[in-house]
């Protein structure tokens, strides 16, 4: 209860109007059942808050690219739970961060996670990331750097603060989370397109109804992309180069070439 006293009463205090607080009120108590649904918010693991931080400086490259803040915020639907971490015009991005010393493995949670059926592309942005203990930028150092860059545009604000709830992160919780900061190193963006190693629904065996798996950074080096590439597909969707499959090498196609 104090947990959840302490977040709605920074956000409503900010509050002129009565019927604006009342609002915000019920909006952030349907918000915090849909993000806990009878669990105990007790912080997030370190798995989480690294992920939680790629998710984030990601969400500043949307903003730095030149997406509108509000738009920005509403792409963010890993927070949500969605399949992908990014949805915006056609374009679905999985944010896959990891501490640079470890092995670079992605762990995919499920088959439509890197099924691009229903989108004009679909990436995977490779962070490689440094943690340090008390050096780097902390998780509540970017979240209060990206509140300050949005503050002017309410709307945004009101759905970063929504999100960020989902996302299980709760000011109240910031101690826990400055004793290691972080500092990406290099960022990578690989294409899924024909051919990509992956697992799809379509590749499932009758009654087979979820699946995980790992895949290695390495294997999809070969479909990388710039990230100037990402920049002009965000900012003409009708940029976005389409592939053939019936022309693309996949797990079931292999084609060979031989000189006369």
């Not at 009708?238 to 996949?250: G, H, N, R």
Request: hydrophobic share 40%; proline share 3%; with cysteine.
């Amino acid at each position: 209860f104090v947990k959840f006293a302490t977040n709605a009463v920074n956000r409503i205090r900010r509050l002129e109007e009565n019927q604006e607080a009342a609002q915000a009120l019920v909006r952030r108590l349907r918000t915090w059942k849909n993000a806990f649904k009878g669990e105990k918010p007790s912080g997030l693991s370190k798995a989480a808050q690294i992920g939680l931080y790629g998710e984030l400086k990601m969400l500043e490259t949307f903003m730095g690219i030149g997406v509108g803040y509000l738009a920005s915020v509403k792409a963010w639907t890993g927070a949500e739970g969605g399949p992908q971490d990014f949805q915006i015009d056609g374009i679905a991005i999985e944010v896959k961060t990891l501490v640079q010393a470890e092995p670079q493995r992605f762990k995919i949670s499920s088959a439509r996670q890197l099924d691009e059926t229903f989108f004009n592309a679909l990436l995977i942005a490779h962070h490689k990331a440094h943690r340090q203990k008390d050096s780097g930028q902390t998780l509540p150092e970017i979240v209060s750097e990206i509140r300050e860059n949005i503050s002017d545009d309410i709307a945004a604000l009101e759905h970063f603060e929504d999100k960020l709830v989902l996302a299980k992160y709760l000011d109240s919780d910031a101690g826990i989370y400055e004793e290691y900061g972080y500092g990406i190193v290099e960022t990578s963006y690989y294409r899924v397109r024909p051919g990509f190693p992956k697992i799809t629904e379509s590749q499932l065996p009758l009654g087979i109804g979820k699946v995980t798996y790992v895949l290695e950074a390495s294997a999809c080096e070969e479909y990388s992309i710039d990230p100037s590439t990402l920049s002009e597909w965000l900012k003409k969707p009708d940029s976005i180069e389409k592939f053939d499959a019936d022309l693309m090498e996949s797990g079931e196609i292999e084609f060979k070439s031989s000189a006369w």
